[in-house]
T-cell receptor, first 114, second 112 residues
Framework: DTEVTQTPKHLVMGMTNKKSLKCEQHMGHRAMYWYKQKAKKPPELMFVYSYEKLSINESVPSRFSPECPNSSLLNLHLHALQPEDSALYLC?????????????FGDGTRLSIL | RKEVEQDPGPFNVPEGATVAFNCTYSNSASQSFFWYRQDCRKEPKLLMSVYSSGNEDGRFTAQLNRASQYISLLIRDSKLSDSATYLCVVNGSNFGNEKLTFGTGTRLTIIP
């Protein structure tokens, strides 16, 4: 069982909809991440939060808006997405934001844009 | 040259055999290395961290060769449940320590 939980597991939305993905961890980790993964490709980093502050934005389009309400929660707000945004969205956490800490992944939200 | 390179496979290996994967990385300053496995339509799961001295966990052995800038994963007595994609992961090269860089993965299928 994963210690990082993501909801929903599956999401189908139209291009004009607004929805949010949620991620929660209770391991006391202070770094949280959003990744996007397309089929047969490795995960691509989108955002990094360190101590609830945005640390890295990998030039992600503004239709994706991250939010970190507290140290346990990470949200990804979606608005006006495009069909090419259909993918598996993975949340991960690590103790702190340093490269020697492994990241632990949630089981993802599979997003389909109609 | 890619930051992290892996042979994508597929590797089709009979059950009980030994299989090894290599992964090369381009940034000599990289400090941390990991192997993750990912099952079809599932999330990546940490398999092992890779230490300078090498490390072993049951049937799995990971090695680091800094001089040649590669890491390896050896699986002995392979099981059907070892079928997965194995991702080589290296700590950030261009943007500091926060960023982990993933290889494209090596697909392994264990054949009964």
């Amino acid at each position: 069982d994963t210690e990082v939980t993501q909801t929903p597991k599956h999401l189908v939305m139209g291009m004009t909809n607004k929805k949010s993905l949620k991620c929660e961890q209770h391991m006391g980790h202070r770094a949280m991440y959003w990744y996007k993964q397309k089929a047969k490709k490795p995960p691509e980093l989108m955002f990094v939060y360190s101590y609830e502050k945005l640390s890295i934005n990998e030039s992600v389009p503004s239709r994706f808006s991250p939010e970190c309400p507290n140290s346990s929660l990470l949200n990804l707000h979606l608005h006006a997405l495009q069909p090419e945004d259909s993918a598996l969205y993975l949340c991960a956490s690590s103790q702190v934001v340093t490269g020697n800490q492994p990241q632990h992944f949630g089981d993802g939200t599979r997003l389909s844009i109609l | 040259r890619k930051e992290v390179e892996q042979d994508p496979g597929p590797f089709n290996v009979p059950e009980g055999a030994t299989v090894a994967f290599n992964c090369t990385y381009s940034n000599s300053a990289s400090q941390s290395f990991f192997w993750y496995r990912q099952d079809c339509r599932k999330e990546p799961k940490l398999l092992m961290s890779v230490y300078s001295s090498g490390n072993e966990d049951g049937r799995f052995t990971a090695q680091l060769n800094r001089a040649s800038q590669y890491i390896s994963l050896l699986i002995r007595d392979s099981k059907l449940s070892d079928s997965a994609t194995y991702l080589c992961v290296v700590n950030g090269s261009n943007f500091g320590n926060e960023k982990l860089t993933f290889g494209t993965g090596t697909r392994l299928t264990i054949i009964p």
